[in-house]
């Protein structure tokens, strides 16, 4: 079991950063890869970009490619999601999720049917 705790939401002007934090714990925590997705109103959830287990190589959805990097603190028990040029349209909730890869630990994917535990998620909201 894993448990995956977002945080850092807020609300931010156009143009501005946001650097959300995700939480990771539970048993064998170290074997999952870890998405970033987000789920706006009337949007199905998109998945932004991920961190492998293995070796933190990171993988993106070509539309935040840029703009949005996710990153592993040196615990290891947190996974950051860094947000720059934040624009309306990014408004939503967003949301960690963990997924075991197996033996293809060095990969990961931003497609949400490869992760099994996801937190409750943060708010962002991007308005002037």
């Known amino acids: 079991q894993l448990q995956l705790v977002e945080s850092g939401g807020a609300s931010v002007h156009p143009g501005g950063s946001l650097t959300l934090s995700c939480a990771v714990s539970?048993?064998?925590?170290?074997?999952?890869?870890i998405g970033w997705f987000r789920q706006g109103p009337g949007k199905e959830r998109a998945g932004l970009g991920c961190?492998?287990?293995?070796?933190?190589?990171?993988y993106y959805n070509t539309s935040v490619l840029g703009r949005f990097t996710v990153s592993r603190g040196a615990d290891k028990n947190t996974v950051y999601l860094e947000m720059n040029n934040l624009k309306p349209e990014d408004a939503a909730i967003y949301s960690c999720?963990?997924?075991?890869?197996?033996?293809?630990?060095?990969?990961?994917?931003?497609?949400?049917?490869?992760?099994?535990?996801w937190g409750q998620g943060t708010q962002v909201t991007v308005s002037s």
């Open positions: 961190i492998s287990s293995a070796d933190d190589s990171t």
């Open positions: 999720a963990g997924g075991n890869f197996k033996e293809w630990s060095e990969f990961c994917s931003v497609a949400p049917v490869n992760y099994e535990y």
């Open positions: 539970g048993l064998n925590a170290d074997k999952f890869a």
